[in-house]
């Protein structure tokens, strides 16, 4: 029994090295049978580890996703609200557009039925992590009335999936980010 639990944790570990390697290569939809055979295992026993595609790219992802998580709520204190939740807009903007598939995969969670979607996918993560720094915006004036961190995701998603083959991606969404938020026309005498 020992011995199994030890094979299934050396899959798990392997199955998981070789897919960050394959959806950084192919993007989201790399391919499950592919991913297999390079870990040596059968589509049993990624379908046993990772039910789902979306299982997959979640484990995946946790840990830039959880880092992203942190990061909000370590700007949550900052006395500037606008620049602590555009500081983190920045980030998950610049990390949505160089991971290839995360954005992808976000877009796959706020696309899915609510069956389909949980509280630990990345989506869901991000957005429970990033309300308080919107809201905090939104009290002090700092965000327009009506917009939420949903609304600020999906730009963000939207950005980094224009983007993702950009020779230089990040900057690339960061700059696009910078010019929403800084609207297309700005008022005519206010400064730029």
């Known amino acids: 029994m020992a011995a199994q639990r030890a094979d299934a944790r050396r899959n798990y570990a392997l199955l998981l090295a070789v ?3 394959a959806i950084a290569t192919y993007g989201a939809d790399a391919s499950l049978e592919q991913i297999a055979r390079t870990a040596g295992v059968g589509s049993g026993t990624v379908r046993r ?6 299982a997959l790219l979640e484990a995946v992802f946790r840990e830039r996703v959880e880092t ?3 990061h909000a709520r370590d700007l949550t204190g900052r006395a500037d609200t606008r620049a ?3 500081e983190w807009l920045n ?3 610049e990390q949505a557009a160089t991971i290839r598939g995360l954005a992808v995969a976000l877009n796959r969670d706020r696309a899915a039925g609510s ?13 429970e992590a990033g309300k308080p720094l919107a809201r905090r915006a939104a009290d002090d004036g700092a965000l327009a009335p009506g917009v939420t961190i949903d609304d600020l995701l999906a730009l963000i998603t939207g950005i980094a999936l224009a983007t993702e083959h950009h020779p230089d991606s990040a900057a690339e969404s960061v700059r ?3 010019l929403a938020v800084a609207g297309l026309s700005p008022v005519r005498g206010e400064p730029r």
């Open 91 to 93: 980030a998950v903007t």
């Open 19 to 21: 897919a960050e390697e």
């Open 68 to 70: 992203l998580c942190a």
């Open 84 to 86: 602590a939740l555009l």
């Open 115 to 127: 069956g389909e979607v949980h509280e630990h996918c990345a989506s869901a993560q991000l957005t």
């Open 176 to 178: 696009l980010l910078g």
């Open 49 to 54: 580890h990772f039910p789902t595609r979306h």
